[in-house]
């Protein structure tokens, strides 16, 4: 658990030397719940798509399907997973899907339950009623609202996702 916190750590500080660990903190502190809150309930229902190859396979299949891609901030250094990740962003937001950055992939695989980690992850559409309507649950809805008031700006904000 140690080692565990001091990588995360040491993630943030390659990602951002000059943030203080207390800046990360304070923001976004609660959209980081409810982002896990959201992939929880998710995941219980298996609409969670987990993998940046798995990630493109169903949206160049099927973009419809999918209401949020997750998508850690990406380690200095590894070019090719960049380019895949940027365009990746460039097809969900060409295909209205919210994309949410968070501040580190070691939180989103243990949030997820995996052993391996993992940068990105697609949260799938709940389909109800006769006429196929998108339903929506509370930590969706409040993520969708953090999405609408961020679709505009120029940078999206990195959440910080509580330690697991």
Same mark, same amino acid.
């Given at each position: 658990m140690v080692v565990e916190a001091m990588q995360i750590q040491s993630y943030h500080q390659q990602q951002n030397p000059q943030t203080n660990s207390m800046d990360l903190k304070m923001d976004y502190? =609660?959209?980081?719940?409810?982002i896990k809150s959201a &992939?929880? =309930?998710?995941?219980?229902?298996?609409? +969670?798509?987990?993998?940046?190859?798995?990630?493109? =396979? +169903?949206?160049s299949k099927a973009p419809e399907g999918s209401l949020f891609c997750l998508m850690a901030v990406p380690q200095a250094?590894?070019?090719?997973?960049?380019m895949h990740e940027v365009l990746l962003e460039a097809f969900c937001y060409e295909?209205?899907?919210?994309?949410i950055k968070?501040?580190?992939?070691? =939180?989103?695989?243990?949030? &997820?339950?995996k052993t391996n980690v993992e940068s990105c992850c697609l949260v799938q559409k709940t389909w109800t009623g006769e006429h196929n309507e998108e339903q929506l649950n509370k930590?969706?809805?409040?993520?969708?609202?953090?999405?609408?008031?961020?679709w505009d700006a120029a940078e999206n904000p990195v959440v910080e996702l509580p330690n697991v």
């Open positions: 502190a =609660k959209i980081g719940r409810t &992939l929880m =309930k998710a995941q219980t229902e298996s609409r +969670v798509i987990v993998g940046l190859s798995a990630a493109i =396979k +169903v949206l250094g590894d070019s090719a997973t960049h295909n209205d899907i919210y994309v968070v501040d580190c992939p070691i =939180k989103l695989s243990r949030i &997820l339950g930590p969706e809805s409040l993520l969708v609202d953090f999405c609408e008031a961020n």
